[in-house]
């Protein structure tokens, strides 16, 4: 399979009045064309901030990158100009966030943001950028799209206005779709819509989605591969298959414990994982994980673990598991 | 919307009326009367003064009639410019009132939007901190001090400009700048801050997401919203440049309406003090009206109901 | 999700932490305050223009001689010199500017600081008891301000200043009447979120009478937006002192305010300028440094108004 995107040694830090907070700390990772790549933490992880990272969108300052390589179908996007940039944001890469409401504009109506990005991206006058951007409408399952898009986005349901920020994230058929949590802000049976929704367009376009979530039943259906994030690191990485069936890391096998699950018996107590996330400008020495972990001994409390690999798609990086 | 407009209407017209009420008895409280400052006028024809504007008859007649007169659209007799009503000298003088707080107020919002503009999108550089310290300067800045410093210096030093009356255009420069800077300078930082807010909101980070040029993520998509805090402040602007020239138009030798309201309330000349009071609290109502109408275009979130 | 910088931002800040806690937050305020430049040298020109115009004037009598109102006819109007000492030369009847513009600032910051404690007394009480009681009263009160808003109140209070005997308390009063709306607001907003918290629940559940809950218990915790609001409002009243002044509706002469100074200014500028520019500069100079330093107060006491 080809290669859309590589990302190697990504550092993405913020640097704040008296500190500097190191959302993301050496983050590497591929993906292929028409790929669905999970990646998994809780908040304050550095998922976000890499997802924006991808787009260079992170606010600098007083965000800044010590080190790292994007490399989008050979253009280095940190190395890219502005006008570069542009071009890619929204027609190749687009991303979707996690609060319709908010990431849409309240101001102006459907129609003229949808319309806003052909007419940006591919040319088209407002005729033509209407009549696509009404049938993606209908594509993304929205109702009479020819009224609604006239509508401004608080006339819409919050399922409904994410089914708007996918057909707007799409309409450019873009390689590659960010998506940021793009079930949290919904009912439970909005969410399966929308994901099923997002899986048919992958199939449908080609298109490869990351997808963000600290939910690890989101990436269950979704994605092949995934990633999971801890204190801006990747700790383990695995077929998602293999993360349920046979996590390695302590921080995996916590979240895993800490959602409910159909098949465990009924009544059975859900285990949180104990403390809080670590404070990204004060990260702990060793493993970041190891004031949470239940198997941490001393060589935790001092170096940062080395990667162990199982097989030539998973591996994660603690001192306490072994080949 | 049409429900709107009419029940605010109705809202109007009560205030309308309180401010009447209000006026009325307030300037009929005090001692004295129109004609008490003037020379020794003997008894007669100060009985004849007195019967000729109604001041003899019991104060609720007064009233009475006097409500009576305005819903007729008569705002009754000078006291002070016996030869002239006060509908003729409000219709000959508001209007140029009007003319200097139009222009006021344009160099005050464009100069305020453009400032508050930069200042946000420039965040925290030089551009940002010339901005706002002109806007500081600007506030601290009152129009009788403004106004003197700039008569001194372009008309009487550069002689550019005239240092006042009316007639054309250059006549308005010096006045316009005087009345509307201090608004210039709130505006400035109205916008900046509601500029700063939005460009933080969400949907900006999509709008860049987009791909959108930067041009068009300010002004199209960010401006709306961050102007809604100067729209909200406009009401009380108008209303405050009104009020803020009477100075000016006295600064300036204007003839406005500003100098005869001083000058009634000076000379107790009841009814153009009630009158010029009507007109201008009438003319802010109407404009606070249309304010919110501009708010709701602005945001479709807002519904009238 | 937000991100971590806006996590550390937020965490970092005791703003938003229990208002209960009252010396932190005091003491926050004071720190960051001083970190604020712009605002400590404005703090510094202030409490030199108030220290020069509390004793300015009595060290010039009683070395120079001068008064506000000792005239000099003979010496008339002269330009800035040394010696003679006229800082700021003299107006058209040989009086010292410089004594008298010192007298106008003491006249101004009385009736600034007054004008606005009014307000804020006023306002504060009003708020509270709004939001207090809520509903209905709650409703009409609040409407009773907005009317207020609409109108165009200056020009009642110089129907009142003028029509009534003119008195400095009357100006007070009139000015502070004018000012008390948005304390009133501010207040009011506050009381409606405060009185929902356990503690005003803990204090109505062991039947602490309502005059005390209000006084005792919310009026203290609204105190930081109403300090806010009062540092605000010192220049506000400053400057409609002198607007009313320079109509000559304010403060009569001979004594001087800064209104009144101003408007002699204007009348001899075209021969004399010093007697519009040293008045005009003195009092830009007073209204921009309590400015800034209303705003340093403003960001310390509430860091997430801050406009940055």
Redesign the interface.
Known sequence: MEKLLSVDDLRIY?K?E??I?K?VDGLSFDLNQGEILGIVGE??S????TC?GL?D??PQP??YYPSGKIVFKGTNIMKATKEQ???????EI??I???PM???????TVETQLC??LI??EGLTADQARKKAIDMLARVGIPSPDRRITQ?P?QFSGGMRQRV?IA?ALLCRPKLLLA??PTTALDVTIQAQILDLMKELNREYGTSIILIT?DLGVVAGMAERSLVMYAGRIVERASTKDLFQKPKHPYTHALLKSIPRLDEVRGKKLDPIPGLPP???NLPGGCSFHPRCPKAVDKCKQTYPDVVTFDPTHNASCWEVSA | MLKFILRRSVGMVITLFVIIIVSFFVIRLAKGSPFSQEREVPPEVLKDLEARYGFDKPLPQQFYNYMNNIVHGDLGLSTKYPQRTVNEIIAISLPKTMVLGFFALLWAVIVGVTAGVVGAVRQNTKWDYSAMSLAMVGISLPSFVLGPLLILFFALYLLWLPAGGWGSAKHLILPAITLGTIYAAYIARLTRGGMLEVIRANFIRTARAKGLKEQVVIWKHAFKGGILPVVTFLGPAIANIMVGSVVVEKIFNTPGLGPYFVDAAFNRDYFLIMGIVIVYSAFLLILNLLVDVVYGFIDPRIRYE | MATPAQNLNTTSTPAQSNLLEGTSLWRDAWNRLKKNKAAVVCGFVVVFLIIACALGPNLIEWIFGYTYEAQDLSYGAKGPTLRPFHLFGTDFFGRDLLTRVLVGGRVSLKVGLIAATVAAVVGTIYGAVSGFFGGKVDDSMMRFVDVLYALPYMFLVIILVTIFEKSESLLFVALGLVGWLTTARIVRGQVLSLKEQEFIQAARSIGTRNINIIFRHLIPNTLGPVIVYFTLTVPTMILQEAFLSFLGLGIQPPKPSLGTLMNDGANQMLVYWWTIVFPGIFMSLLLFSLNFLGDGVRDALDPKMRKD
């Not at chain 1, 940039?85 to 027609?91: A, C, D, T």
């Open positions: 913020f704040l008296k500190s907070v959302a908040s304050g550095g998922k976000s901030v924006l787009m969108l992170n007083p965000a940039l542009r071009k890619i944001r929204g027609n687009s991303m966030f996690q609060d908010s990431s849409l504009n309240p101001f102006l806003e990005v940006e991206h401004y608080h920020m707007m940021d949590e600290h404070d990204l400008s």
